[in-house]
Every structure is written in C-alpha cells, then in structure tokens.
C-alpha cells in the first residue's frame, strides 16, 4: 500500500496543476511589502510536433495565449518565423498531460486541434484549424465538441492518413453531466470523436466512442493500415483503470492491459500507441496495479499479443511514456528524475518490438521539462525535448548497430 500511495502522490506531483486558494482581506502597506511575490505562470512547454514527407520538422507551441506554428528544414537547428494560428487569446492547455497536436497531409495542409480551457473547474473545449497554404496562414478556429455545454471537453488526439480523412478523440463529460442532473450515478466520463473526409473542412457529427473511461488521462491515437485507432485508460468494474483500444470504423473496444489497477482517482498518466508498417499496435502505458507496476509496452498484431515487457526504472519515476513506428522499427522514450535534473530516455528495437537495446540516455533538463516526444522521420528517429532552460532539443537515436 505505501508503494502504491508513492507512486500516486508522484504522478499527481508531477503533471498536476498547482492548487491556489487565496481569501481577500485588507493588508497594510507593511504587511503587503511582507508578503511572497505569487508565482510565475506555469511556462507552456508542451509542444505538439510532427515531420512531413519532405523531411521538415512542423513544431506546434503557446506562447502568451496564442497557438503558433514554424517549421524547420534542418531538424531543430534553426525554425521559420512563428505564424499564429489563433487571432484571437485563448487559454490552451500545454502542460502536463495536454498539448497542441499537429498534423500533415501529403497535399502540404497543416492540421492542429488543442484544448481550449474555460474559467470553470476542468472545462474545456476541443478546437481545430488547418492550413491549405503550407502553413502560411489557417483558418479561424472551430469547436468540436458540438454539445453546447460547458462541462469537460478535454485530452485531445488528432491523426490523418494525409489524404483526406480526420479524427479527433477526446474525453467528454456530457454523458455523466446528463446522468447527474437526473439524479443519477455514473463512473468517469465517456469518449468522443468527431471525423472529416475532406482534411478538416467539414467534420461529423460527434459520436460516442465509449462510456465510462478514466477522467483525466490523456487519450493517444495512430493512423493504422486499418484505419484510426484511439487508446485510452478505460473503467472495468467499480474502480480498475486499465487501458483498452478500438479501431474507430468497426468501434470493437479491446482491452489492452489487465494490471488490475483500483484507485478511485485518476492517475494523470496516459499511454501511447503507434503502427509499423505491417500492421501492428505497439502499446505504451504505466500502472501501479495489484499485477504489475511501472512502465510496460505490448505489440497486438492481430489476434496475437506478446507478453508486457517493463522499461524504465520505476525508483526514478520513470513515466509518461511515448512511442512511435517506422516499418520493423519501434522507438520508447520516458522521463525520469535522477535526483538532481529530468532526464530523456529512449529504447530502440530493429524487429518490430520482438528485442529491445538497453536504455539510452539522451539528455538531462535542470528544471522544468516536458515529456520526450519520439518521431520518425522516414526511417531516421529523433526525439523532440523541450524544457524551460535548455530549450527544444531535437535528438537522434541510432539504429542498426546492435540490440
């Protein structure tokens, strides 16, 4: 039990935003002079990052409410001018768990959906814009979520096959507001999704993936040989939070992951999925169940699924881990903290997940950091790190010389 509340009270320290109440009262000049400065605003380092097929590095960021866009043609040295996505300020998430999330077509059109959060307690909305001119200009934001209600819209996912077809998933409370308000229970909240077929200028109605999901952890998706696949931190039973995925043109929800984690709270820690070039789910995810804890991946091909392999070093608080694919060859990276600084990590495998190299140690942050980024860029793989002090690095890591 003191593992397992260990655990908990680091997720919740590390991505969890800082509660402040504060009552108001008559100061004197003296006691005011007396009192400690508030804090600076929480830096948005959450980026959202993706490579085109002509190899350039799309970097999506806030910066003073307002979501901008450059581009680099040299893998991080150097970026293009900023062009701001929205004219208008907005408080967007990009920290912790949330981030802006881009995304290409083959055509050139730049694609970006976030979550715009609202003044009510972990409201939000799902926006989207795009950029049929190279990203030289976008057009003005919409909403998703089409409910109407302000309630918790949050957690976005964004994929394209770069042809035409969007989908965005998110986590959506509308179903549990509605339950509430008749008087009724209902555990977590549900996922959304609302798709296009014409690259974001038109999108569907939103539908209902799934009922009854884990609140707050971030929702990841890929773009498979069988079209998009969310995964997310599902409820099973009363309490267990464990991670399923579905395939969003038949909807058949699987479950990913049976570490029977019970916590009546959510763990702010979501997981990853890619898709290699022949057909197969890669999974990355942390627990802190009764069968398992720390970090783990899987590969589901088919009706085949290999054993959970653990990565990472649970006693530095390995977690948050992200994943990518590129024909046989797969990319893990995840953060820890080695009692002085962050540090990024990442694992590489040759045979589509079959061995694994040791970790590697990529880089160390003295400060605040956000989570490694793991992409591919044809069949070169980078990490993207951004981080309050050093800055966005964009790091290689080697394949082909040994496991």
Not at 18 to 34: D, I, M, N, R
Not at 276 to 297: I, M, P, V
Not at 322 to 349: C, H, K, M, N, P
Request: aromatic share 8%; net charge neutral.
């Amino acid at each position: 039990m003191k593992k397992m509340m260990r655990h908990i009270l680091w997720a919740a320290l590390l991505v969890a935003p800082g509660l402040v109440h504060a009552e108001h009262s008559e100061k004197s000049p003296e006691q005011a002079a007396a009192q400690p400065r508030p804090k600076a605003a929480k830096p948005a380092i959450a980026v959202g990052v993706a490579y085109d097929a002509r190899g350039r590095l799309w970097l999506a960021r806030v910066e003073n409410q307002h979501l901008l866009v450059s581009h680099s043609d040299d893998s991080g040295a150097h970026f293009s001018a900023p062009v701001r996505v929205t004219v208008a300020p907005e408080a967007i998430a990009a920290d912790g768990e949330n981030r802006p999330k881009i995304a290409l077509g083959v055509d050139g059109s730049v694609l970006l959906s976030w979550t715009q959060t609202l003044p009510q307690n972990y409201s939000g909305n799902i926006r989207f814009a795009r950029s049929i001119d190279g990203g030289k200009s976008f057009s003005e934001p919409i909403t998703l979520n089409d409910d109407g209600r302000i309630t918790s819209h949050r957690f976005d996912a964004l994929v394209t096959d770069g042809k035409g077809r969007v989908s965005v998933a998110w986590l959506d409370a509308r179903d549990r507001d509605t339950a509430k308000a008749t008087g009724g229970a209902y555990a977590g909240i549900s996922v959304y999704t609302a798709q296009s077929l014409d690259n974001g200028a038109h999108f569907s109605a939103n539908r209902r993936l799934t009922e009854h999901t884990c609140e707050c952890c971030r929702v990841a998706a890929v773009w498979s040989d069988e079209g998009p696949v969310v995964f997310w931190r599902n409820l099973y039973g009363v309490n267990t939070r464990d991670f399923a995925y579905a395939r969003l043109d038949d909807g058949v929800i699987h479950r990913a992951s049976d570490d029977d984690w019970q916590i009546d709270a959510c763990p702010h820690h979501g997981g990853d999925v890619a898709a290699d070039g022949r057909g197969a789910l890669h999974l990355a995810w942390f627990t802190n169940g009764k069968t398992r804890q720390g970090l783990f991946y899987k590969r589901v091909a088919g009706t085949n699924e290999s054993a959970p392999m653990a990565f990472g070093n649970a006693a530095a608080q390995a977690g948050h881990p992200g994943i990518a694919a590129a024909g046989d060859r797969v990319i893990l990276t995840w953060r820890e903290f080695d009692g002085r600084a962050y540090v990024a990590y990442a694992q590489r495998s040759d045979d589509r997940g079959a061995t694994w190299s040791p970790p590697l140690r990529l880089a160390e942050a003295a400060g605040v950091a956000d989570y490694p980024l793991p992409l591919f860029s044809g069949a070169r793989a980078w990490v993207v790190w951004n981080a309050a002090a050093e800055g966005l690095r964009v790091l290689p890591v080697e394949f082909g010389s040994g496991k």
